[in-house]
């Protein structure tokens, strides 16, 4: 009889930090190889992620972000990576539809 193994936490890798060691960014790998790779930034030094971009095929490439404009821990704009890269290629609203 197999037993179920325990998932560890993601494994979070420092991307950045600020002069005074604060993380601006970091890459999270979850050891389930379905869930999406994932980079969370910091980008005015508040300690929230303003900015979490996705790979949901794990193949080194951006797929989506969620981005935080006014840096207020609601996010604001959805960003897509066409072409794979950081710098979304379009945006839409992030709102909330019910």
């Given amino acids: 009889m197999e037993t179920a193994k325990a998932h560890s936490e993601p ?35 508040d300690g929230r992620a303003d900015v979490i971009y996705f790979d949901f095929q794990r193949r080194n490439k951006w797929d989506l972000s969620l981005w935080d404009e006014n840096f207020d821990g609601h996010w604001t704009l959805v960003g897509y990576h066409a072409d794979g890269s950081l710098i979304p290629t379009s945006f839409e609203s992030y709102a909330v539809r019910f």
């Fill in 11 to 45: 494994v979070g890798h420092e991307v950045g930090k600020t002069d005074k060691g604060k993380i601006t960014a970091e890459i999270i790998v979850p050891d389930k190889k379905s869930d999406a790779i994932m980079m969370r930034m910091d980008r005015n030094g």
